[in-house]
Nanobody, 119 residues
Framework: VQLQASGGGLVQVGGSLRLSCAAS????????MGWHRQAPGKQRELVAV???????IYADSVKGRFAISRDHAKKTVYLQMNSLKPEDTAVYYC??????????????WGQGTQVTVSS
């Protein structure tokens, strides 16, 4: 199962970006799917995810500014990021888990997309 992320870039403080992540391959069921990020010198952290029950979980630092959405038919998850701050600068990674078409569990990570917020 492959995850293709896109939509990162350079934006000024207060600006917006929208990230997309599409899953492909032999997928029987997608469970949790969402976004993590890693800033230079810091550990990777959860940003926003859908749980297997489609409940959303957000990091406290992005609540009210970021919104995650999901298109089940397209196996795609989106992250709308508004009111961006310099501390949002990081590589953003898409992640998903579920069951493959062969009945095996999987956990996949995308290649990462850079988000840079300039002040």
């Amino acid at each position: 199962v492959q995850l293709q992320a896109s939509g990162g870039g350079l934006v000024q403080v207060g600006g917006s970006l929208r990230l997309s992540c599409a899953a492909s391959g032999s997928i029987f069921r997608l469970n949790a799917m969402g976004w993590h990020r890693q800033a230079p010198g810091k550990q990777r952290e959860l940003v926003a995810v859908f749980t297997s029950g489609d409940r959303t979980i957000y990091a406290d630092s992005v609540k009210g500014r970021f919104a995650i959405s999901r298109d089940h038919a397209k196996k795609t998850v989106y992250l709308q990021m508004n009111s961006l701050k310099p501390e949002d600068t990081a590589v953003y990674y898409c992640a998903a888990d579920g069951t493959t078409g062969w009945g095996s569990p999987f956990e996949s990570w995308g290649q990462g997309t850079q988000v840079t917020v300039s002040s």
